[in-house]
């Protein structure tokens, strides 16, 4: 008789195409079929058990199944499972967005208020709105030039062809190129890249010159300036200082651009602070957010902008000023529940705070890793961290894409139990956040062993 994870892999790949994968790879790398997940858990049909360091794809904010979560969901399901949000409401979308507006970022002297969310489906749908809501703004305010976005070098934004042209990772936009915007692009202020002697805050500083001049250059043609807060995780968790972020919203205060911050990754706690944009004590003007909104349980994105941007569409049906994007399942009821529910959790529990320590946990059991002859870097920004492994850590030469020693490392963690999915060659950590000391410990273990698997 077939054991049953073997009969579900078979079955899986004569039907499924999965995500963001070659599927010739699974001609070698066994498909892991899950049977059920709970805390830092995935439990698969196997009857092994495997730590989920990425937090599935960053969105399992606090451990699977999270009970005030489970009950929330089993409790909407009794009252209204979905209704079209076009001229219909219900209280969880209500509910939510009165609270994302309540925990929006804020700061001193700037008199911006996010009071406005609009809800799409992913995090890719929720640039896709930005971007539209930032072009379309000026074009309702008679600024018909402004046609050009500028991304950050590095930036990973989404898979849509909008949120794919502000990208700048080879890897998912070469291929698609000539579908594309085109954006301007301006170097990363990436404190890999700061120049000898220099730190993370003067490299800031450079970047944040070559930003004027571009903007100067293109005066009155660009909408916005997207940025992935202090960190661009897909890009390889790439760092930045917080002091990028006050500099950035200073300039487009004075080219009169919009900011667009994507804390689609970043949000709720990752970083340290409920949202990054907090450590740059900025506000930007279109603040995007999916992942872990809902605690990993159902799809669902914001925007949040500010009421400025709302009234440029507030108007006479006739003036054509409306903005009729839509998605089916727009701020679909289980979803928004499951996201009151999740920030619930952050508000009435001592998230953040447990999240420092163990962010100094994990900081503690890498500190040994810099002196590694193959790991080039060691980064950390809150609940985010990063290796990258080099043929040699002094000159940082990399080693060749084509022999993937991440999937060595991917390989390696899966036999010994954690579930860990190198970017290239940096292998990172975005653990949920109710992981425990031991189970940093058993993670850190498992990718230091399986990274000398890989160099070896």
């Known amino acids: 008789m077939t054991a049953p994870h073997v009969e579900l892999a078979a079955r899986d790949l004569a039907v499924v195409w999965h995500p963001c994968t070659q599927m010739h790879d699974h001609s070698f790398v066994p498909m892991l079929p ?3 997940a709970q805390g830092a858990w995935l439990h698969g049909h196997d009857g092994r058990h495997y730590l989920d360091a990425v937090s599935s794809w960053w969105t399992c904010l606090l451990g699977h199944r ?3 979560i489970v009950a929330a969901l089993k409790d909407q399901l009794d009252r209204l499972d979905h209704v079209m949000l076009a001229g219909f409401t219900h209280e969880p979308a209500i509910e939510l967005a009165e609270e994302l507006v309540r925990i929006a970022p804020r700061a001193a002297g700037d008199s911006r208020r996010l009071g ?3 809800y799409a489906d992913n995090g890719s749908a929720a640039i896709e709105v ?3 809501l930032s072009f379309h703004y000026w074009r309702n305010c008679g600024e018909h030039r402004r046609t050009r976005f500028v991304a950050l070098t590095g930036s990973y934004h989404g898979e849509t062809l909008g949120a794919l042209a502000v990208t700048d990772v080879p890897l998912y936009r070469a291929t698609y190129a000539a579908l594309l915007l085109e954006p301007l692009f301006v170097p990363s202020p990436d404190t890999w890249d700061a120049a000898p002697g220099e730190d993370a805050d003067a490299c800031a500083a450079r970047r944040l010159g070559e930003l004027r001049a571009l903007l100067e250059r293109h005066a009155g043609e660009v909408c916005a300036v997207l940025i992935e807060p202090l960190v661009q995780c897909a890009g390889g968790m790439r760092m930045h200082a917080a002091s990028y972020l006050g500099g950035l919203r200073a300039l487009c205060d004075e080219f009169a651009v919009h900011l667009i911050a994507d804390e689609i990754a970043v ?5 340290g602070t409920l949202f990054a944009c907090e450590q740059g004590h900025i506000v930007p003007d279109f603040l995007c957010l999916s992942k872990g909104l809902t605690g990993g349980t159902l799809p669902l994105s914001a925007v949040l902008t500010t009421d400025a941007v709302y009234a440029a569409f507030y108007a006479d049906y006739a003036s054509g000023k409306a903005f009729l994007h839509s998605h089916s399942y727009t701020g679909n009821p289980l979803a928004c529940r499951a996201a009151v529910a999740t920030l619930a959790v952050l508000r009435e529990e001592p998230v953040l705070e447990r999240n420092r320590v163990l962010a100094a946990q994990l900081a503690a059991r890498l500190a040994p890793l810099r002196e590694h002859p193959h790991i080039a870097d060691v980064r950390q920004t809150g609940m985010i961290a990063a290796l990258e492994l080099a043929r040699d850590r002094r000159t940082r030469e990399p080693f060749p894409a084509a022999e993937r020693r991440g999937l060595r490392v991917y390989r390696h963690g899966l036999e010994h139990g954690v579930v860990l999915r190198p970017l ?11 992981i425990t000391p031991a189970e940093i410990d058993l993670m850190v273990e498992v990718a230091s062993a399986g990274i000398e698997r890989a160099v070896a």
């Open 424 to 434: 290239g060659n940096v292998v990172y950590f975005m653990p949920p956040y109710c």
């Open 267 to 271: 949000g709720f706690g990752r970083t």
């Open 34 to 36: 899950i049977a059920g």
């Open 116 to 118: 406005r969310v609009f």
């Open 66 to 68: 999270h009970p005030r």
């Open 130 to 132: 930005a971007l539209k």
